[in-house]
Structure formats: structure tokens, C-alpha cells
């Protein structure tokens, strides 16, 4: 193989959301900006540099319009008027049809598109706080997840968040940590926190799960912060892929994996997911 002869693509990753939850809270990677680059060989040593000309357009079939802007300082780009109060926003509608286009002077237009099924809705959560004690001084708290979910195909993520105060030198400060998430039974795979609803389509299901929390004295738990996102197909077959590539890069018996891409003329991913956050008081 001619490794000289593979030539750079626009490279595009707009994994999007609605912008009423937080994806700095989420920390999920899910945002409202698009990264728009050029991928490079095998061979190739140096960074990826952005493409800052580039023109950007969010259409959906219930009559969503908007043109994203390059954000220098951030190196993505973003819907206008981001910080002010003619931002708008983007809403994630179920039943849509979105389309991406992505024009760089001097490249073929690049186009995606992915479609979002009917929502799934959460009717109850519980959370059995401290079911069984961890290892090495953690605890296993049993959430319970309680979702009418639509027929037809649909794709989750799950979120369980610990928010707090600790005591530092006499000092109080907020703390917002992850629960690493378990299997409470064998209906999910490896990744508990990644799953679609083959085993109860159309079913009102109690899902559960072990979030495993760490917890010192000087610490206080003041919420639970549970975040449910209903997928696009195209984030969770993405999702599924890196995960994939992450096991298969640990394995070498393992055969390659190829990233999940939807882009046409280009290589990326681009997805709309709706997320619904939930505030669980602790005490």
C-alpha cells in the first residue's frame, strides 16, 4: 500500500443536542457545536487543524433553519448570538427529519442526515442509596428507572450524577461527580449505561442499575442527577463503534474496527439526541 496516496477528507463531528441541558453538566460529549477539520493519514504526525471557512446549515422538516457561525476562540462552530438573549437555542423534536451541509470553498459539498424516532418517557426514578458497599471504600447505590417506551426502534444513554458541597480548610465547595454504572441484571451488555430497547419495545419497563459513588466525610451529597438520552440511531451506532475500537485496540487477535461515519463526502458523524435531566434530592 501507498501510504502517500491516501488524501485528506473533510472531516465533520456534530454530535447534537437540546440546548436546555447543560453539556458541560452532562459531560457527555453531546453539545451544540460542530468541529469541522480534515482527517490525515496513518503516517502523519501533526495536529488537526480546523477549517474555519467553512458554511453550515441545520435544516429539519418541521421547519428548523440555522446557520452556524466559527468560534475562534473554541475552534467550532455554533448557532449565533451564543450568550445573549436572542439566542434561541436548539430543540430536539422526535419524529424529525434533520439535514446537515457543510460547504468548504474548494471541496464538494458535504451533506448528512439522521432521523429521530418518538421519545421514550421516564415515569419514575428511585434510588436505593448504599444497596451494597463497593471495593476499596466505595458504595453501590440501585437506581431504578421506570420508561413507557414507544414502539417501534428506540436508543438510550444514562447519566447518574452526585452534586454536593465538600469542606476544604473551612471552606465550602460545590462538587459534581460521575457514577461509574453497573449491571444490576443481564439485560444489558458490557456498557450498561448504553442500550436500546429491543428486550421491551413498547413496554412500560423498571429498568435498574448500581451507580458506584465515592464519598468522604467532608463531603455532602445534596441531588442525584439523573440524565436519560434518547439516541438517534446515528449516536448509538457511533457509540457502539468507539466502544469497539477502544476493546479491539486493547486486543491484538482483535480485528480492526471502522468508526461509524454518516457523512457524505466526508467521514464524521453527525446526530441529534434529546436529553431529559432529572433532580433526585439526596436527604
Known amino acids: 500500500m501507498d501510504l502517500g496516496d491516501l488524501s485528506d477528507q473533510v472531516t465533520v463531528v456534530g454530535r447534537l443536542s437540546n440546548t436546555d441541558v447543560s453539556n458541560e453538566l452532562t459531560r457527555s460529549q453531546l453539545s451544540y457545536g460542530i468541529l469541522i477539520s480534515r482527517s490525515r493519514s496513518i503516517i502523519d504526525t501533526s495536529n488537526f487543524k480546523p477549517i474555519e471557512s467553512a458554511n453550515i446549515n441545520l435544516t429539519s422538516n418541521d421547519g428548523l433553519n440555522i446557520d452556524f457561525e466559527y468560534d475562534e476562540r473554541l475552534g467550532y462552530y455554533f448557532p449565533p448570538n451564543i450568550g445573549t438573549s436572542d439566542f434561541g437555542g436548539i430543540t430536539v423534536k422526535e419524529n424529525t427529519n434533520y439535514e446537515l451541509v457543510v460547504d468548504v470553498p474548494g471541496e464538494d459539498r458535504v451533506t448528512a442526515s439522521c432521523e429521530t424516532k418518538t421519545f421514550g418517557k421516564v415515569e419514575e426514578i428511585n434510588i436505593v442509596k448504599d444497596d451494597i458497599a463497593g471495593d476499596s471504600g466505595s458504595t453501590l447505590d440501585r437506581v431504578l428507572i421506570n420508561i413507557a417506551d414507544p414502539e417501534g426502534e428506540n436508543f438510550y444513554y444514562l447519566d447518574v450524577f452526585y452534586e454536593g458541597e465538600r469542606v476544604s480548610e473551612g471552606v465550602k465547595n460545590k462538587f459534581f461527580r460521575k457514577g461509574y454504572l453497573y449491571n444490576y441484571s443481564s439485560i444489558f451488555d458490557d456498557a450498561p449505561e448504553l ?27 445534596m441531588n442525584a442527577v439523573i440524565i436519560l438520552w434518547s439516541l438517534s440511531k446515528e449516536e448509538y451506532e457511533f457509540r457502539k463503534s468507539i466502544s469497539a475500537n477502544e476493546i479491539a485496540d486493547e486486543n491484538p487477535f482483535a480485528e480492526p474496527i471502522i468508526v461509524f461515519s454518516n457523512i457524505e463526502n466526508g467521514v464524521g458523524i453527525f446526530s441529534m439526541s434529546k436529553a431529559e435531566r432529572f433532580i433526585i434530592p439526596w436527604q
Open 195 to 221: 442500550f436500546n430497547d429491543q428486550l421491551f419495545d413498547g413496554k412500560t419497563k423498571t429498568l435498574e442499575f448500581w451507580s458506584e459513588r465515592y464519598e468522604s466525610r467532608e463531603e455532602e451529597i
